[in-house]
């Protein structure tokens, strides 16, 4: 007789699942406590905040985080190197999460891996789709990225967009839906904001200021 899946193995396959058994709930709670200790740290408490966030990750990460932050598990998520996540970011990790390097997030982003079956007969069951984000993407404020979503590395999705289908690398995309509007191109080896040139002088003026 073939051997049955967990309910864990369920989850990573996507099948329909519910998360009441398996030691699943007590996973969560325990979660919670990691993410209260990390929300009620003071600013000045970085080794402390540190130290914190390789517990919640149960890893050692090289990402910095604004509180406050919140999750499912913590330990559904990898963040690469140089990642920054303002404040009011919601990972709803009950499937993976994977973020590349050097990724910027604007705050309240939401990112979702669950959903429910559309059938109101069958919504009390969940189900999930893993988010990937790639290297060096910026994520505009209030961005909400549904489950089985992948945007490619360098892209800039603008704030305020709902993100339900991948994103290819290099371009802006913006909107609800969220759709490309452009490629990232020569325009922005020039301009960084509108009509404002980057300008080597500018730029050797504030590596100054950075020594002070």
Known sequence: MEEKMTMRERIL?????????????EERTAAKKRMKAFNESGPEETEKRKALLDDIFGAETEA????????????????????????NCNFIDDGQIRIGKGVLFGAAVTIATVGHPVNPRMRGYMYTAPVTIGDNCWIGANVVICPGVTIGENTVIGAGSVVTRDIPENVVA???????????????????????????????????????
């Open 13 to 25: 396959q996507g099948k329909l699942f519910t998360d009441e058994c398996e030691g699943l709930p």
């Open 174 to 212: 913006a909107g609800n839906p969220c759709r490309v509007l452009r490629p990232i191109g020569e325009r922005d080896e020039i301009y960084y904001y509108k009509d404002r040139k980057i300008e080597a002088q500018d730029l050797e003026e504030e590596r100054r200021l950075r020594k002070r």
């Open 64 to 87: 910095w985080i604004e509180p406050p932050f919140y999750f499912c598990y913590g330990r559904h998520i990898r963040l690469g190197a140089g990642t920054y996540i303002n404040m």
